[in-house]
């Protein structure tokens, strides 16, 4: 059975940092596509981070460029967002998602859908 996992979210102050983990059971992530999102109360999700596995190829949003930094274990199980410098608007639930769409070596870290979606964990920055 495939699945996600998102896990290393909490309560922080703001400026300081989290690192939140997206695990995959069930499969590995080889050659695909992982995005990260938000979703704030009463706004839109918001896309987040994008890499593509095969190729290391990232995306960030400009909230969050120079901030946030998405990187993958060697084993290829298990994708990371690491977050700093956190601010209150950063507060959301966070979701990783997976295109099971073959990328190799595209250089194209976001793909236009997601097929699979975490259960999602909650960041809260505040003081």
């Known amino acids: ?5 998102e ?6 102050q703001p400026g300081g940092s989290l690192r ?14 992982i995005g990260w999102f938000r979703q704030a109360p009463g706004k839109e999700r918001e896309k987040v981070s994008c890499i593509g596995i095969s190729d290391g190829s990232t995306y960030y949003a400009n909230s969050v460029k120079g901030r946030f930094t998405v990187s993958r274990d060697n084993a290829k199980t298990t994708v990371y967002l ?5 601010k209150p608007e950063d507060t959301a639930v966070y979701y990783c998602a997976v295109d099971f769409t073959i ?3 595209t ?3 976001c793909p236009s859908e997601y097929h699979y979606w975490g259960q999602g ?7």
């Open 7 to 12: 896990s290393g979210g909490g309560l922080v």
């Open 20 to 33: 939140l983990s997206c695990a995959a059971s069930g499969f590995t992530l080889d050659y695909y596509r």
């Open 121 to 127: 964990t909650q960041v809260t920055v505040s003081s």
């Open 107 to 109: 250089m194209i870290p």
């Open 1 to 5: 059975q495939r699945q996600l996992v």
């Open 103 to 105: 990328a190799i070596g």
């Open 82 to 86: 690491q977050m700093n410098s956190l």
